[in-house]
């Protein structure tokens, strides 16, 4: 797995896209920004919260062909964000490797995801060790 902490992007940028689209100013955390913004995507898109339509250049130039038959074939790439946030003196941690927080507490993170079964088991700890909550994403890619 791979996580791509230069990919992070702080709540500042997060506030300026929203308010450069007319959402105006909130005083939002980055999470809620984020869930607004994808809103206003998918209703404008006419699109189901469900399915996710997301291309960059490098997504696309990282894809595999899946099928090629006469000229014909088809490409199809998945990424997976985690993002989240807690007290800034917490400790979290996925698959034993600590996450790196921002002076708020968020963090995001950033996969390519191969066909397979994937888990991502997250812990957040807090600073005195009295608290603990955990979180495990299950994603299956299925490429047929």
Do not use: C
């Not at 490409?75 to 807690?86: D, N, R």
């Amino acid at each position: 797995q791979n996580i791509d902490e230069k990919w992070m992007l702080v709540e500042e940028h997060y506030s300026k896209i929203f308010e450069m689209s007319g959402g105006g100013k909130t005083g939002k955390g980055s999470a809620d920004i984020m869930a607004q913004i994808t809103k206003r995507l998918f209703s404008e898109m006419n699109m189901s919260s469900g399915t996710l339509s997301s291309a960059s250049s490098d997504t696309i130039a990282a894809q595999k062909k899946v099928k090629e038959e006469e000229g014909f074939w088809f490409k199809v790439g998945t990424e997976l964000i985690i993002y989240g946030e807690t007290l800034p003196d917490a400790k979290v941690v996925m698959d034993d490797e600590e996450i790196k927080l921002r002076p708020d507490g968020s963090f995001s993170l950033r996969f390519e995801l191969p066909d397979g079964n994937h888990e991502f088991p997250i812990k957040a700890t807090s600073a005195n060790g009295k608290h603990e909550r955990k979180v495990k994403i299950i994603v299956t890619r299925d490429a047929e």
